[in-house]
């Protein structure tokens, strides 16, 4: 019989070590009081908390002071709260810090519109157009590019519907789901139907070829005829949402977040039009693929590491894990402080479900084991630039780059 049984998860990363991204807010824009709404802010901040606690990159900062004279710039993105376009000039960006300005107005029919910056500058060497342009991540400026590296974005959610801002139940008849809407409009702000990567992956035949999605999805991914989205299963109702037999459902599994559990099927969050039903008690999640998606467009992809509570029987222990693909997970135990881990699973590749194992053989007493995750890193980040210091007369170029955004993501109320 094995009693005192102690438990410990523990994250290994390969290769070097990127910084946790910070997704910072600004409510400047909102001028039609969108997030007046009692329990928006939280909801939002819970929703940019879960991307922030998965990504991790060596995103540069944005300074024109600090970088060297004659640069200068301007941050280009529609004002959430009129549609316009909107410039802050000499904005500074920290490093690791993505800037997303969010607010709300009438959208007809859409719920959400939202996706990353654009920005014009003037420059006296080409090196701070591309830290503008690619902040370190030398992958976007390649052609094709493999990686993303924006300043931020703007996210718009669409004003006189009824909005439901609780982080772990569904929406009331009649409501808008605003956990799963603002996580799909950052997923956009974060590149997913918006960067150049994401579109390098695309083929002829509208499949994106992304390596991680592939392995997620078990094929190349279809995607609409925009490119802003996963393919559109078209279909709201029955128990489930979507038609199980319709061959168009981009179907995933659920990654465990705001009271959904983990590895329920789901038609993946970044699909245009999914909906919540009346049977469900869930929110809808980002998913399995929805988190590949990010990694093919370049992020670094880190899911936290946890261990369920084991079930402890007279002669063995059955420990379960949540598993994302691109991850490989190993468990190991030891019998003391004293002694080594020793592995008690070879690794084993994630692919988005509850992973389970029982051990039928724990040294008697008392056995502690952990969970070791390893996850293949992202192309290194590039060197810092040095700031151009010399004295010959400046050549100053110009240089603009729109905004890009996906609007049309219309998500049902709730049914």
């Known amino acids: 019989m094995i009693r005192p049984l102690r438990i410990f998860s523990w994250m290994l990363l390969s290769g070097s070590v990127a910084s946790a991204l910070t997704i910072e807010l600004d409510y400047t824009y909102d001028t039609?009081?969108?997030?007046?709404?009692?329990?928006?802010?939280?909801?939002?901040?819970?929703?940019a908390d879960f991307f922030e606690e998965r990504i991790h990159d060596n995103l540069l900062e944005i300074n024109q002071n600090t970088f060297g004279s004659g640069n200068s710039w301007s941050a280009i993105f529609p004002h959430p709260g009129t549609g316009l376009e909107q410039r802050v000039?000499?904005?500074?960006?920290?490093?690791?810090?993505?800037i997303v300005y969010v607010g709300g107005r009438p959208l007809g029919g859409p719920v959400g519109w939202g996706g990353p910056g654009g920005w014009s500058g003037s420059a006296s060497s080409q090196a701070w157009f591309d830290r503008v342009d690619a902040?370190?991540?030398?992958?976007?400026?390649?052609?094709?590019?493999?990686?993303?590296?924006?300043?931020?974005?703007?996210?718009?959610?669409?004003?006189?519907?009824?909005?439901?801002?609780?982080?772990?139940s569904r929406p009331p008849m009649g409501a808008s789901d605003f956990v799963s809407v603002a996580l799909h409009e950052l997923g956009h702000v974060l590149g997913v139907g918006t960067a150049a990567s994401w579109d390098a992956q695309i083929d002829g035949d509208d499949l994106f070829q992304g390596t991680r999605s592939v392995e997620s999805f078990g094929a190349a991914v279809p995607v609409d005829g925009s490119g802003g989205h996963w393919q559109d299963d078209g279909v709201c109702g029955g128990p489930l949402g979507y038609n199980p037999d319709n061959p168009l459902n981009v179907l995933s599994l659920q990654y465990a977040s705001f009271g959904t559990a983990h590895g329920g099927a789901q038609?993946?969050?970044?699909?245009?039009?999914?909906?919540?039903?009346?049977?469900?008690?869930?929110?809808?999640?980002?998913?399995?693929?929805?988190?590949?998606?990010?990694?093919?467009i370049g992020w670094n992809i880190s899911q936290p590491v946890s261990l369920a509570k084991p079930v402890v029987a007279a002669t063995a222990v059955t420990l379960t894990w949540p598993t994302t693909t691109g991850q490989t997970y190993t468990l190991q135990r030891r019998p003391d402080f004293d002694t080594d881990w020793g592995a008690v699973t070879l690794a084993e590749s994630g692919d988005g479900q509850v992973m389970t194992f029982t051990d039928t053989s724990p040294p008697a007493g008392q056995a502690f084991y952990r969970l070791v995750s390893e996850t293949p890193t992202a192309p290194a980040a590039a060197a810092f630039f040095e700031q151009f210091t010399s004295e010959p007369t400046w050549i100053f170029e110009q240089q603009t780059q729109a905004p890009r955004s996906v609007d049309g993501c219309g998500r049902p109320v709730a049914e």
């Open 89 to 98: 000039a000499g904005l500074i960006v920290p490093e690791a810090t993505i």
């Open 135 to 168: 902040r370190g991540q030398v992958g976007e400026l390649a052609d094709p590019a493999t990686d993303f590296g924006p300043w931020g974005g703007s996210v718009t959610f669409g004003s006189g519907k009824t909005w439901h801002f609780q982080l772990d």
């Open 32 to 47: 039609n009081g969108f997030f007046d709404q009692a329990g928006s802010k939280e909801a939002l901040r819970a929703v």
């Open 267 to 296: 038609i993946a969050l970044m699909d245009p039009s999914s909906c919540t039903i009346t049977s469900s008690t869930t929110l809808k999640v980002f998913t399995d693929l929805d988190l590949a998606a990010l990694s093919d």
